[in-house]
């Protein structure tokens, strides 16, 4: 009895001495301006980009991610709100051979037209041999990511990052610069001149648009979803 007491004295101790330190997480979370958009709990910042309700199957959450499992169907999902300029970080793993994508300046009324932060297996999906415009964190068949990115294994997280800031746009992967890039730039017009996006009126420019988690049919997971809004002053 004397153990146990000495136990639940320490226990109560250890809990009063975590709660400042959670509660001084929590403060320079907000200090930061980063608004959690899935906190492993809760859908209730995403919605189907159709229907504008958050999909009946397809989607799930499990373990503390929202997951999209093989086959399930339910369609993209983006956000509630739109965003111009931001910081947005998300983690990522995928199943072996699987395709996936984040999506950005996105248009509702043009369906799921964006711009790509491509999510792949590289190795055992057939678009990773079709070109570093189609692999891990790049703007998907417009612009290559770095060729020396740090990418986990199949099933293990990635952490990635998307800044627009002005006209500026960079892709990070797991802490690194892996791309940047000019909004309206020749150098960007040039590489979608040659994209299957070349016919689009309106692309390559900065646009407030929903960020969009894509259904490409295949297993994966995304966590730890926040971003910061850098249109607010």
């Excluded at 947005?88 to 996936?100: I, M």
């Excluded at 990418?151 to 892709?171: D, M, Q, Y």
């Amino acid at each position: 009895m004397k153990q146990l007491s000495h136990l639940l004295v320490a226990i109560a101790l250890a809990g009063v001495m975590t709660t400042p330190v959670l509660a001084e997480k929590e403060s320079a979370k907000l200090e930061n301006g980063f608004v959690a958009l899935f906190d492993g709990k809760s859908t209730n910042q995403w919605m189907n980009a159709r229907s504008g309700k958050f999909p009946e199957k397809g989607w799930t959450i499990e373990a503390g991610c929202l997951k999209h499992m093989a086959k399930g169907g339910g369609g993209d999902i983006i956000t509630r709100s739109t965003y111009e300029q931001f910081d947005f970080r998300f983690e990522w793993k995928v199943a072996k051979g699987a395709n996936s994508g984040v999506k950005y300046f996105i248009i509702r009324e043009r369906g799921s037209l964006g711009h790509e932060y491509q999510v792949l297996d590289d190795e055992n999906h057939p678009d990773g041999a079709k070109g570093a415009n189609r692999q891990t964190a790049a703007f998907y068949d417009v612009l290559d990511p770095a060729n020396n990115k740090s990418i986990k294994p199949v099933g293990e997280f990635n952490s990635s990052r998307i800044l627009v800031k002005g006209n500026t746009v960079k892709h990070f992967l797991n802490g690194k610069v892996v791309l940047t890039y000019k909004l309206g730039s020749d150098e960007l017009k040039a590489a979608i001149a040659k994209s299957k996006f070349k016919n689009l009126k309106v692309f390559g420019q900065r646009l407030p648009g929903h960020i969009l988690l894509q259904d490409h049919g295949d297993a994966v997971w995304y966590r730890n979803i926040r971003i910061r809004d850098l249109s607010k002053k």
